[in-house]
């Protein structure tokens, strides 16, 4: 059995402002870091073998904090990089609605090449890590494109919203995929508990 679990990077101002972060580089503030620090004082108490990052500072920052408590491999891979939102990047949601009425925002990826990037990239870890535990910390809209996929569309993408510091986890046994939690938050500071 495989287990991958995928964290969502820290809180950034950009996360605080509601702006499409994307393929921007927005540092952690505050409150992220204090996020971060709380996944590797959690994941601690499990074993690990390796951790894989977007190379984003701010969900690489979050993997080093992480990485800090667990003293494993940190691996950067361009395949867990977040969604390009194209002209959209930046902007607030008001922006974005004037701008984009119709939601529709010119140059973002699109979701074809999300799925293509995301199955290539579980495949590539679940061959290179068989049977291993793997942190995966990448972004929101990446993460739930994958649980939108792997739900058949119960969770993720324009359903739900995975908090900064979250955990989600996927299993991998005999070529089955099964969700084990989706959005935990219990090990972060002032943070309830979902599935």
Same mark, same amino acid.
């Given at each position: %059995?495989?287990?991958? &679990?995928?964290?969502?990077?820290?809180?950034? *101002?950009?996360?605080?402002?509601?702006?499409?972060? /994307? @393929?921007? #580089?927005? =540092?952690?503030?505050?409150?992220?870091?204090?996020?971060? $620090?709380? &996944? /590797?004082?959690?994941?601690?108490?499990?074993?690990?073998?390796?951790?894989?990052?977007?190379? +984003?500072?701010?969900?690489?920052?979050?993997?080093?904090?992480?990485?800090?408590?667990?003293?494993? =491999? @940190?691996?950067? #891979?361009?395949?867990?990089?977040?969604?390009?939102?194209?002209?959209?990047?930046?902007?607030?949601?008001?922006?974005?609605?004037?701008?984009?009425?119709? @939601?529709? !925002? =010119?140059?973002?990826?699109?979701?074809?090449?999300? $799925?293509?990037?995301? +199955? $290539?990239?579980?495949?590539?870890?679940?061959?290179?890590?068989?049977?291993?535990?793997? +942190?995966?910390?990448?972004? /929101?809209?990446?993460?739930?494109?994958?649980?939108?996929? !792997?739900?058949?569309?119960?969770?993720?993408?324009?359903?739900?919203? @995975?908090?900064?510091?979250? %955990?989600?986890?996927?299993?991998?046994?005999? /070529?089955?995929?099964?969700?084990? #939690?989706? *959005?935990?938050?219990?090990?972060?500071? %002032?943070?309830?508990?979902?599935?």
């Amino acid at each position: %059995m495989t287990k991958i &679990c995928f964290i969502r990077h820290g809180e950034t *101002d950009w996360n605080t402002a509601g702006r499409l972060q /994307g @393929l921007t #580089n927005t =540092p952690l503030n505050d409150k992220g870091i204090e996020q971060a $620090k709380a &996944c /590797g004082q959690y994941l601690k108490e499990s074993h690990w073998d390796v951790i894989l990052t977007s190379p +984003l500072s701010r969900v690489k920052t979050t993997a080093q904090w992480i990485q800090h408590y667990l003293n494993i =491999p @940190l691996i950067e #891979n361009e395949a867990f990089i977040e969604v390009s939102f194209g002209d959209a990047e930046g902007l607030t949601p008001e922006e974005r609605s004037a701008k984009f009425p119709s @939601l529709i !925002y =010119p140059n973002k990826e699109k979701e074809a090449v999300i $799925k293509d990037r995301f +199955l $290539k990239g579980i495949d590539l870890v679940n061959n290179t890590y068989k049977d291993k535990n793997i +942190l995966i910390i990448s972004h /929101g809209a990446f993460i739930n494109a994958i649980f939108h996929h !792997y739900s058949n569309g119960n969770l993720g993408t324009g359903i739900t919203k @995975l908090t900064n510091g979250s %955990m989600s986890t996927l299993k991998i046994a005999d /070529g089955h995929y099964t969700i084990i #939690n989706y *959005d935990q938050t219990s090990h972060l500071p %002032m943070q309830g508990s979902s599935i």
